[in-house]
């Protein structure tokens, strides 16, 4: 298998070189313009300005509105296509410049934005958040959880960016356990598509160790068994954990991102070896800010009932009668109580509407505890 040699690098030809520092320097030039139209703004009408989410996103749908009519991406490779150093389709790249620019000018011109995640780096709560915020942003990576509800609860970042669900595996324990503990809002919510690669320095034929944290492990399982049934299983914390033991140890491979692999200069030996196609975790954004309504939202509570005949089912009717489709509902054991439990519960709607607002003051009278955990727009 070729690899790039450090010692003998190849060299664009000089007329190449000098059309890409041309570019280079437009773009600062540029990228320099836009962060003083913020400073600008931001200067003369204080406490005004959006918030980093909404500039990303307002970025975002810049680049979408082409005065061309074209997409931003036409003539980049597509999904599915040879590509060299990233796996983002089309509008993928143009997605993520779109961040990167409003992260970046953003963080310069006003003020840096702590945005905490279930790090390290190139993790796949670490992709949901770049997916929102880009990856110029301030983005703090912490060992578990909770840290990223602390973060939040504590003012020491404005963000949090956690898993809630997934598609295979489904309810995120530590997440659902923190909604009871803390008192942070949910901002949005990121489904972020989740491709397990297996990367390697070696061929697969020589992998004797495969490393990966748990959950990626369980959801590539059929297929590890099928192709590597003689190789070990070893579970660490995260998959960019994997990949640098990878990067270091002989005869050993990593269940993770691409991403990771590329920060890590491992070679990808298989693409996509999830055993579910449709493999997807939902993240959501933590933090204090109430969303306005949108037409498009989403409302999540949490609560607790009576333990007794018909109580769920009583409360269920309260839904039922304001018109309104729950979109995911959950129980979660009450902690220190046998027997009893809260429910998580998703339902289309914003809660500034009169049946979301409705329903939730119904619920109200016959919950034993009620909590809010935000309206949202729905991704």
Same mark, same amino acid.
């Given at each position: 298998?070729?690899r790039?040699?450090?010692?003998?690098?190849q060299?664009?030809?000089?007329?190449?070189?000098?059309?890409i520092?041309e570019?280079?320097?437009? &773009?600062?030039?540029l990228? #320099?313009h *836009?962060?003083?139209?913020?400073? $600008?703004?931001?200067? %003369?009408?204080?406490?005004?300005?959006?918030?980093? *989410?909404?500039?990303c996103?307002?970025?975002?749908?810049?680049?979408?509105?082409?005065?061309?009519?074209?997409?931003?991406?036409?003539?980049l490779? #597509?999904?599915? %296509?040879?590509?060299?150093g $990233?796996?983002?389709?089309?509008?993928?790249?143009?997605?993520? &410049?779109?961040?990167? &620019?409003?992260?970046? $000018?953003?963080?310069?011109?006003i003020?840096?934005?702590?945005?905490?995640?279930?790090?390290?780096?190139?993790?796949?709560?670490?992709?949901?958040?770049?997916?929102?915020?880009?990856?110029?942003?301030?983005?703090?990576?912490?060992?578990?959880?909770?840290?990223?509800?602390?973060?939040?609860a504590?003012? %020491?970042? /404005?963000?949090?960016?956690?898993? =809630?669900?997934?598609? $295979?595996?489904?309810?995120?324990?530590?997440?659902?356990?923190?909604?009871?503990?803390?008192?942070v809002?949910?901002?949005?919510? &990121?489904?972020?598509?989740?491709?397990?690669?297996?990367?390697?320095?070696?061929?697969?034929?020589?992998?004797? /160790?495969?490393?990966?944290?748990?959950?990626?492990?369980?959801?590539c /399982?059929?297929?590890?068994?099928?192709? @590597?049934? +003689?190789? #070990?299983?070893?579970?660490?914390?995260s998959?960019?954990?994997?990949?640098?033991?990878?990067a *270091?140890?002989?005869?050993?491979?990593?269940?993770?991102?691409?991403?990771?692999?590329?920060?890590h200069?491992?070679?990808?030996i298989?693409?996509?070896?999830?055993d579910?196609?449709?493999?997807?975790?939902?993240?959501?954004?933590i933090?204090?800010?109430?969303?306005?309504?949108?037409?498009?939202?989403?409302?999540? =509570?949490?609560?607790?009932v009576?333990?007794?005949?018909?109580?769920?089912? +009583?409360?269920?009717?309260?839904?039922?009668?304001?018109?309104?489709?729950?979109?995911? =509902?959950?129980?979660?054991?009450?902690?220190? =109580?046998?027997?009893?439990?809260?429910?998580?519960?998703?339902?289309?709607?914003? *809660?500034?509407?009169?049946?979301?607002?409705?329903?939730?003051?119904? @619920?109200?009278?016959?919950?034993?505890? @009620?909590?809010?955990?935000?309206?949202?727009?729905?991704?």
């Amino acid at each position: 298998m070729s690899r790039h040699n450090p010692n003998n690098p190849q060299r664009l030809p000089s007329a190449v070189t000098e059309q890409i520092a041309e570019l280079d320097r437009e &773009i600062l030039r540029l990228a #320099q313009h *836009r962060c003083k139209l913020l400073k $600008t703004y931001h200067e %003369q009408t204080p406490g005004s300005f959006p918030s980093l *989410r909404e500039a990303c996103l307002q970025a975002e749908s810049n680049i979408a509105r082409q005065p061309n009519g074209k997409s931003p991406d036409h003539g980049l490779p #597509q999904h599915g %296509q040879p590509q060299h150093g $990233t796996t983002a389709g089309a509008s993928g790249f143009a997605s993520s &410049i779109a961040k990167y &620019i409003a992260g970046a $000018t953003y963080a310069q011109a006003i003020r840096p934005t702590r945005i905490a995640f279930l790090g390290p780096v190139q993790s796949y709560s670490y992709l949901a958040a770049c997916k929102v915020f880009g990856s110029a942003s301030s983005l703090v990576g912490v060992t578990s959880i909770p840290a990223v509800f602390e973060e939040v609860a504590r003012d %020491q970042a /404005r963000y949090g960016v956690v898993p =809630i669900e997934n598609s $295979t595996d489904g309810r995120i324990v530590d997440t659902l356990n923190m909604f009871i503990r803390t008192p942070v809002q949910i901002c949005g919510e &990121i489904p972020l598509p989740i491709h397990h690669n297996l990367l390697a320095r070696c061929d697969r034929s020589k992998i004797k /160790r495969v490393y990966s944290k748990p959950q990626a492990l369980s959801q590539c /399982r059929g297929w590890l068994a099928e192709h @590597l049934p +003689d190789a #070990q299983w070893a579970e660490v914390a995260s998959t960019t954990a994997a990949a640098e033991i990878a990067a *270091r140890e002989e005869g050993a491979a990593a269940v993770a991102s691409v991403e990771a692999g590329i920060e890590h200069g491992l070679d990808i030996i298989v693409r996509s070896i999830e055993d579910n196609p449709n493999n997807v975790t939902r993240f959501v954004v933590i933090g204090k800010e109430r969303p306005s309504p949108t037409g498009n939202d989403k409302t999540s =509570i949490m609560f607790q009932v009576p333990h007794k005949p018909g109580a769920l089912a +009583d409360v269920m009717v309260l839904f039922k009668n304001n018109g309104l489709n729950l979109t995911w =509902i959950e129980s979660f054991p009450v902690p220190g =109580i046998a027997n009893e439990y809260f429910f998580f519960v998703e339902l289309e709607g914003h *809660r500034d509407q009169p049946n979301v607002g409705n329903a939730i003051e119904k @619920l109200r009278g016959e919950a034993i505890r @009620l909590e809010w955990l935000g309206s949202y727009p729905r991704s």
